[in-house]
């Protein structure tokens, strides 16, 4: 079942409910507490869940670890997931520390970059040449890719995952990629995310002083 974007995203914020309700100790739980946690309705939760063939019970509700299994197989998080980076700069540094995604289910199996300068093949997540990524891809049987690089550089990097066998992409450069049909490519691009914060921002400020 294919689902939209947004229901993608519900579906991993209810499972960061669900993980929070469960940590207080709930073994149930209701549509409208999960509607609140993610700021939908009720119907919205049940639409979604519809989708994969989810239902609960009108009385009875949800049990949670049940809903949890279900939510972490249509995300793809009943196994590792091995992910690499194209990029040893300043993002794939923060990536590479950050310690969240082991607990999600998500493998960082290494990175790649063309500057020797940069290369370090004993590191907990080594960093390596660009000339070894098909061998890695394949070895490791990787699928998803993050692009740390230039713009300039963000085509040639995506044509050379995609010919490695890669299926999905996470693009922080500020550009877009064209991709084959059975890829996907996402994009972070941090600058127009704040330039649309700082919008809003703004316009709550004039509507104040009105």
């Not at 519809?50 to 009875?60: D, E, M, V, Y």
């Not at 949670?64 to 700069?89: C, S, W």
């Not at 300039?152 to 066998?165: C, I, M």
């Amino acid at each position: 079942m294919v689902a939209n974007r947004n229901s993608i995203i519900r579906l991993s914020r209810y499972k960061n409910a669900l993980n929070r309700l469960q940590s207080l100790g709930f073994v149930k739980v209701f549509s409208d507490n999960l509607a609140d946690a993610v700021g939908c309705t009720a119907s919205q939760v049940r639409k979604d869940f519809s989708l994969f063939g989810i239902s609960g019970n009108k009385k009875g509700g949800y049990q949670i670890d049940n809903l949890l299994e279900k939510l972490q197989y249509i995300l793809g998080k009943d196994k590792i997931q091995k992910v690499i980076i194209v990029g040893a700069g300043n993002i794939a540094s923060a990536l590479m520390k950050y310690k969240g995604f082991e607990k999600e289910g998500i493998r960082l199996t290494a990175a790649f970059d063309i500057d020797p300068s940069k290369f370090k093949k004993n590191n907990e997540i080594p960093i390596l040449p660009l000339e070894e990524l098909k061998t890695v891809v394949k070895e490791n049987q990787i699928r998803i890719a993050i692009i740390a690089v230039p713009d300039v550089a963000a085509q040639q990097v995506a044509d050379l995952l995609f010919e490695a066998g890669i299926k999905g992409i996470l693009n922080f450069a500020p550009t877009r990629i064209k991709s084959p049909d059975d890829c996907v490519v996402n994009y972070v691009n941090l600058e127009h995310e704040l330039e649309n914060l700082i919008y809003f921002v703004n316009v709550l400020d004039k509507t104040k002083v009105k």
